[in-house]
């Protein structure tokens, strides 16, 4: 039986956002495929119990906690990768000889020592992190934060150009992504994100309001929401639900004197999933152009229109099925646009998605490269 190790930046599960989503899917795509999985974690807090959606995935599963001295900010590794080495990592991973998957350049800080052992290594390429970096520096409001946040992006750019050719392969998520990498150690393969959506659901032609959904602590989105907000208050004829469970005080007060604006939190995948059946169009804005986001994905399978900026993703597939705008009067017309059309898209979508994204096909071209079948 084929097995693979994989060492993931975090435990995922569950599966709330972005990268984790990625990670669950991936392993649970691989583990239908018959593949062992060898999973490593690297976590804050070594969980008392193994959730049953994973032990039913996974041939074991190992956790090692995140260092916590603060002095490895002065590393020349990266802070995110410094903080994740483990001595027990090596120990576990030359136990069993197998292919090794590492989720981000994070957990690659141990690349050197298991190269010299003979070990066949994979990436899976969550981030162009210097750009990511630069981005989360251009979106902070916090000098200090600022501060570290470009010093990262400096350290990656230096990281990335030692790290990427030591790969027998660099699983990217996006185009952009995988051109770059192409170009430099020419072991890049595209695999689109891991979603975890199956069947487009069937929807009727209208919704009930537009909708914004995101995690509030990240400084994308909260400068996405902004720009939302601002567009909805110029707009009071249409209804905006802003689905969170991170929203501050300060929002929750702005959100109360707006009367066509509305929060409501998330809680559970089946309150957000209500919340996508029921409108009738969704607003995703980003700020960082790194790569296709999860939750264009989640969007397009479970809800109506979904209007977007550049960033959300630069897949001509994706953007031909969603409704786009490069300034903030396009997105303006997009609202306007699609706040009276109905939605006949079922088919187009289903037709789309279900055979080109589905994770199934991903599992089986990545199975092609590490296996080489």
Same mark, same amino acid.
């Given at each position: 039986?084929?097995?693979?190790?994989?060492?993931?930046?975090?435990?995922?599960?569950?599966?709330?956002?972005? /990268?984790?989503?990625?990670?669950?899917?991936?392993?649970?795509?691989?583990?239908?495929? /018959?593949?062992?999985?060898?999973?490593? !974690? =690297?976590?804050? @807090?070594?969980?008392? &119990?193994?959730? @049953?959606?994973?032990?039913?995935?996974?041939?074991?599963?190992?956790?090692?906690?995140?260092?916590?001295?603060?002095?490895?900010?002065?590393?020349?590794?990266?802070?995110?990768?410094?903080?994740?080495?483990?001595?027990?990592?090596?120990?576990?991973?030359?136990?069993?000889?197998?292919?090794?998957?590492?989720?981000?350049?994070?957990?690659?800080?141990?690349?050197?020592?298991?190269?010299?052992? /003979?070990?066949?290594?994979?990436?899976?390429?969550?981030?162009?992190?210097?750009?990511?970096?630069?981005?989360?520096?251009?979106?902070? &409001?916090?000098? =200090?934060?600022?501060?570290?946040?470009?010093?990262?992006?400096?350290?990656?750019?230096?990281?990335?150009?030692?790290?990427? &050719?030591?790969?027998? /392969?660099?699983? !990217?998520?996006?185009?952009?992504?995988?051109?770059?990498?192409? #170009?430099? #150690?020419?072991?890049? *393969?595209?695999?689109?994100?891991? *979603?975890? %959506?199956?069947?487009?659901?069937?929807?009727?032609?209208?919704?009930?309001?537009?909708?914004?959904?995101?995690?509030?602590?990240?400084?994308?989105?909260?400068?996405?929401?902004?720009?939302?907000?601002?567009?909805?208050?110029?707009?009071?004829?249409?209804?905006?639900?802003?689905? #969170?469970?991170?929203?501050?005080?300060?929002?929750?007060?702005?959100?109360?004197?707006?009367?066509?604006? #509305?929060?409501?939190?998330?809680?559970?995948?089946?309150?957000?999933?209500?919340?996508?059946?029921?409108? *009738?169009?969704?607003?995703?804005?980003?700020?960082?152009?790194?790569?296709? &986001?999860?939750?264009?994905?989640?969007?397009?399978? %479970?809800?109506?229109?979904?209007?977007?900026?550049?960033?959300?993703?630069?897949?001509?597939?994706?953007?031909?099925?969603?409704?786009?705008? !490069?300034?903030?009067?396009?997105?303006?017309?997009?609202?306007?646009?699609?706040?009276?059309?109905?939605?006949?898209?079922?088919?187009?979508?289903?037709?789309?998605?279900?055979?080109?994204?589905?994770?199934?096909?991903?599992?089986?071209?990545?199975?092609?490269?590490?296996?080489?079948?």
């Amino acid at each position: 039986m084929k097995e693979i190790h994989l060492i993931s930046f975090n435990y995922p599960y569950p599966p709330s956002y972005g /990268g984790i989503i990625d990670v669950y899917y991936k392993v649970k795509a691989l583990s239908d495929l /018959g593949i062992k999985i060898h999973l490593h !974690c =690297f976590v804050d @807090r070594i969980p008392e &119990k193994i959730d @049953r959606e994973i032990k039913n995935i996974t041939e074991n599963v190992f956790f090692y906690k995140k260092k916590k001295n603060p002095l490895l900010y002065f590393s020349r590794v990266p802070f995110a990768a410094a903080i994740r080495n483990s001595e027990n990592l090596l120990k576990n991973l030359t136990s069993i000889k197998a292919p090794i998957l590492f989720e981000g350049l994070q957990t690659s800080n141990s690349i050197s020592r298991l190269k010299d052992k /003979g070990y066949k290594l994979y990436l899976r390429y969550h981030n162009n992190e210097t750009e990511y970096y630069k981005g989360l520096s251009s979106s902070e &409001k916090n000098i =200090f934060k600022k501060i570290i946040y470009t010093i990262e992006s400096f350290k990656y750019a230096a990281y990335q150009k030692r790290t990427l &050719k030591e790969f027998e /392969g660099v699983f !990217c998520l996006s185009e952009k992504e995988y051109n770059e990498v192409d #170009s430099y #150690s020419k072991n890049a *393969h595209l695999i689109h994100i891991f *979603h975890g %959506n199956e069947l487009v659901k069937r929807l009727n032609k209208k919704g009930d309001y537009f909708l914004f959904h995101g995690d509030l602590s990240v400084s994308d989105n909260k400068k996405a929401l902004e720009e939302t907000i601002s567009l909805f208050q110029n707009l009071p004829q249409y209804k905006l639900i802003i689905a #969170s469970d991170r929203a501050g005080k300060d929002l929750k007060k702005k959100i109360s004197s707006i009367v066509n604006i #509305s929060l409501v939190p998330i809680e559970t995948t089946e309150n957000l999933h209500r919340l996508f059946e029921n409108a *009738h169009a969704n607003i995703l804005l980003s700020y960082q152009n790194s790569g296709t &986001k999860v939750k264009l994905f989640n969007a397009l399978y %479970n809800s109506r229109f979904v209007i977007i900026n550049e960033n959300i993703t630069d897949d001509r597939t994706l953007m031909n099925l969603c409704y786009w705008g !490069c300034t903030t009067q396009e997105i303006r017309e997009q609202i306007i646009a699609t706040a009276t059309k109905d939605y006949t898209e079922n088919e187009i979508r289903s037709e789309v998605l279900e055979k080109k994204y589905s994770d199934n096909s991903k599992a089986v071209e990545m199975v092609k490269v590490i296996f080489k079948d």
